[in-house]
């Protein structure tokens, strides 16, 4: 990082930025904390590893899952960490594969993927993502057929994306927290195939 805020240790320029938020009325010390604490203490791709496996057992849930995601989000105790924006998932199929993206800066659902990877900020993928999936993809080591579809979803401050991705052969033998190991963040994204 350079700039005019270079000199500054990463503690004291997210201080001074707290400050700012809090002097404009933006927010209180109290909601800083929590937004925070959400973010570095529960924000995991196992979140949206979860909601991914219901739905691979459950397709009731799937239905929700697809139909408002918030609130699908919410029935697996995810509500508070994925207010604000719209949750959207979308579902892979064989003949669908989905991708997500935020081609503006890194807008995705954290609570339910983790912190964003530093890949998915970078301008490489942020461009490259809408312009040549395929090729993207095939970086990532997923190789699609050409029959397959590839929708890129570019996600904004409003309206974040979820992939849910192809259901794992051998499902109806596994229990969901088995089928939830199998579902990773790059999967939830569209960068893997689960
Ligand atoms: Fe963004």
Redesign the pocket.
């Known amino acids: 990082m350079s700039g005019e805020h270079g000199e500054l240790p990463i503690a004291a320029r997210v201080r001074r930025l707290e400050e700012r938020l809090i002097a404009a009325g933006l927010a209180t010390d109290e909601e800083l904390d929590e937004i925070l604490e959400r973010v570095f203490t529960s924000a995991s791709p196992v979140n949206g590893a979860r909601m991914v496996a219901r739905s691979w057992k459950d397709p009731d849930y799937r239905d929700r899952l697809l139909a408002d995601g918030n609130a699908a989000a919410a029935e697996l105790g995810f509500g508070a960490g994925t207010r604000g924006y719209l949750l959207k998932a979308v579902e892979n199929t064989p003949d669908v594969h989905n991708m997500i993206v ?1 081609t ?4 995705y659902p954290t609570a339910l993927l983790g912190p964003s990877p530093s890949w998915y900020k970078s301008f490489a993928y942020r461009s490259r993502a809408v312009r040549e999936p395929r090729a993207v993809l095939a970086e990532f080591g997923l190789e699609l057929p050409d029959s397959t579809e590839i929708r890129v979803w570019d ?3 409003e309206t974040r994306y979820l992939v849910l991705p192809l259901r794992a052969e051998g499902a109806d033998e596994m229990d969901e927290s088995e089928l939830a190991s199998l579902v990773t963040r790059n999967g939830l994204i569209g960068t893997a195939i689960r």
């Open positions: 935020c503006l800066c890194s807008c996600a904004n401050s």
